[in-house]
């Protein structure tokens, strides 16, 4: 069996304690998160095109219904099955109620009153979540999964200095003294800010601009060393040039710390350049997932192609050229309670086939690495 020379680069260490260093790779370097100390029996590289066979989080099947006014069961994600390796970063795009935030906030079992996981299986780090209890959770959300919110305005206390914000964090989950808390938060806070660590680490949130404060939300996510990062519409209250540089931030701390990500967009550019592998989401069902620059180039289903379609010229070279007003897929989503018979795009594709009412499309791997829902391409 042909072996793959290695060594581990202990320098410097950012975040996390050992990266492992492919020796064939001229310069390039393969991160381990934490829980990924050692090279694992089996495990590939993805600099050489053979990607590790234990995905970091692996989602079957899941299946999940949120309750309305009137305690109705509505179906808002269907079957969806993804996986995510250490280190790799999946976008999740869709319009505006297609389950995208019920997915990320499935993953962590933090699902409003009334939501519930019907089916399916979520695998982290070789623990089943689904099943997992409220303990087990809570040592693994913020420490070893953590989430970013849209909205940094609300997520901070507004009567707390952030650096104890973020010292908090740690306390939770580390248990050390406060002293030491507050040291790592400095330096959490340090991978996102160049400078003034000091004066932002006193600074409450009103202090501070809604760029300083979603680089606070991120340096918060990222102060536990998690596995993988959950980024739900990251920059989706910024102006366009806090946005590219908050964007700018997330790409560089992928590159430099090997975090997985999860980063959710309804807007196609924002994902460009971010994600290295792309679901497509469309009322609460995956319908194509691909490498995001094959599913960019030559999109498959109709619903991808009408998304990228409003994406303007360039944006993917410029993230915050798709923030102006985009020309929209003509109607709207179905309302989940009311799902139309067949393929819930079919009421606004215009590819439709006599067979999209009769039911719906099963999964067509039409090409290595990529998946469609739609009859098109069989199903
Ligand atoms: N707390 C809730 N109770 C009942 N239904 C909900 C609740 N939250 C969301 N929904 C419904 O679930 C569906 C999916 O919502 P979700 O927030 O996951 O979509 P999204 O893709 O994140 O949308 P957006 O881009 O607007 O954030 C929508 O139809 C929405 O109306
Ligand atoms: S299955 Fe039919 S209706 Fe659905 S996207 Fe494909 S062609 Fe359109
Ligand atoms: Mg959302």
Not at 103 to 117: E, H, S, Y
Not at 182 to 204: C, D, K, M, N, P
Not at 319 to 342: M, V
Not at 344 to 362: K, N
Request: aromatic share 4%; hydrophobic share 40%.
């Amino acid at each position: 069996m042909a072996t793959h020379p290695v060594h581990f680069d202990l320098s410097p260490p950012p975040l996390h304690t050992a990266r492992l260093v492919c020796s064939l790779a001229s310069g390039k370097t393969l991160f381990l998160a934490p829980g990924f100390a050692e090279a694992q029996p089996g495990g590939g590289c993805l600099l050489h095109g053979r990607p590790p066979q234990a995905a970091l989080l692996r989602v079957r099947d899941l299946t999940v219904q949120l309750a309305t006014d009137t305690g109705a069961a509505i179906p808002v994600v269907e079957a969806v099955s993804f996986d995510i390796a250490a280190g790799e970063a999946v976008g999740i795009l869709g319009e505006s109620g297609c389950g995208k935030t019920t997915t990320a906030l499935a993953l962590l079992r933090l699902l409003p009153p009334g939501g519930k996981i019907v089916r399916g299986s979520i695998e982290f780090a070789g623990r089943e979540l689904v099943t997992s209890g409220e303990r087990e959770l809570e040592k693994i959300r913020g420490a070893e999964i953590s989430l970013i919110f849209q909205e940094p305005g609300i997520a901070l206390h507004p009567m707390r200095r952030v650096g104890d914000q973020v010292g908090e964090v740690i306390h939770a989950h580390r248990g050390w003294n406060w002293k030491r808390c507050r040291e790592e938060a400095a330096t959490a806070l340090a991978q996102v800010f160049s400078g003034e660590i000091s004066r932002i680490s006193e600074a409450y949130p009103h202090q501070l601009s809604g760029g300083q404060r979603q680089r606070v939300l991120i340096a918060q996510a990222l102060a536990c060393r998690p596995a993988l990062v959950i980024a739900d519409e990251p920059t989706a209250s910024l102006d366009a040039t806090t946005q590219a540089e908050i964007l700018a931030l997330i790409k560089d701390l992928k590159l430099r710390l090997g975090v997985a990500l999860l980063l959710i967009s309804h807007n196609p550019a924002i994902l460009a350049g971010l994600a290295d592998r792309i679901l497509v989401m469309y009322s609460g069902r995956v319908v194509e997932e691909g490498p995001l620059e094959r599913v960019y180039r030559a999109p498959l289903h109709p619903y991808t192609k009408g998304l990228l379609a409003s994406m303007p010229r360039g944006a993917s070279e410029s993230p915050a050229a798709g923030k102006g007003k985009l020309p929209a897929i003509s109607g709207s989503p179905p309302d989940p309670a009311r799902l139309p018979p067949g393929c819930p795009f079919e009421p606004r594709c215009p590819d439709r086939l006599a067979i999209c009412t009769t039911r719906g499309p099963a999964e067509v791997q039409p090409e290595a690495a990529r998946r469609v829902w739609c009859f098109k391409y069989g199903g």
